[in-house]
């Protein structure tokens, strides 16, 4: 096992990150909705691999807790940043908004219309062809990546209370596209 040290002067090149809810810092990422997820991974190796609790078994108490909150950060970071619907959540709260309250606001009627109507399909997909199973996967995709662009569009506007209508759409959508996913491997 490998000695390591947080205050190791072979590390001293790079400061171990602070303690910070703030991923985009943790890994040295800009504060965007467009990332690299393959540029993302390698950070995370990287970071993981100098910050592993494992590397610190033979130092203090005190630096094995920081190593490993540290790696928690770096664990919950990387899964934040890595999937675009929590990646949504993590930037509106960043930008200050009352995510509770915007779970809150009622739902466009047509859109709660067109969900019904989906998971219906999705009900009927365990009996339904191949045919039928592609097409609804095809429809969902596409009205999942239509929400993601317009997303980004309203961040990049700075409209974060169209951003977070968005996100809120986009849970629901990400729910069914999940469904679809499992309905499909089942069959």
Do not use: C
Not at 40 to 64: C, I, N, T, W, Y
Not at 90 to 99: D, K, P, Q, S
Not at 156 to 164: P, S
């Amino acid at each position: 096992m490998v000695k390591a040290s947080l205050s190791d002067p072979t590390l001293a090149a790079e400061a171990p990150p602070q303690r910070s809810r703030d991923y985009f810092e943790l890994f040295g990422l800009p504060a965007q909705f467009d990332i690299n997820i393959d540029d993302l991974a390698v950070r995370f190796r990287k970071l993981q691999m100098r910050f592993h609790p494992d590397k610190f078994v033979s130092a203090g108490a005190v630096e094995q807790r920081v190593a490993a909150q540290i790696s928690a950060d770096i664990n919950t970071g990387y899964r934040v940043l890595s999937n675009p619907v929590s990646r949504a959540r993590f930037m509106l709260e960043r930008a200050g908004m009352n995510l509770e309250k915007v779970e809150r606001q009622p739902m466009p009627g047509d859109f709660l219309l067109q969900q019904m109507e989906l998971r219906e399909a999705v009900t009927q997909l365990k009996q339904g062809n191949d045919s039928e199973r592609t097409t609804l996967h095809q429809q969902v995709a596409e009205l999942y990546e239509q929400h993601i662009e317009a997303f980004q569009v309203a961040l990049q506007a700075g409209d974060f209370d169209v951003a977070g209508s968005v996100w809120q759409r986009l849970l629901f959508v990400d729910k069914l596209r999940q469904e679809i996913e499992l309905a499909t491997a089942q069959h």
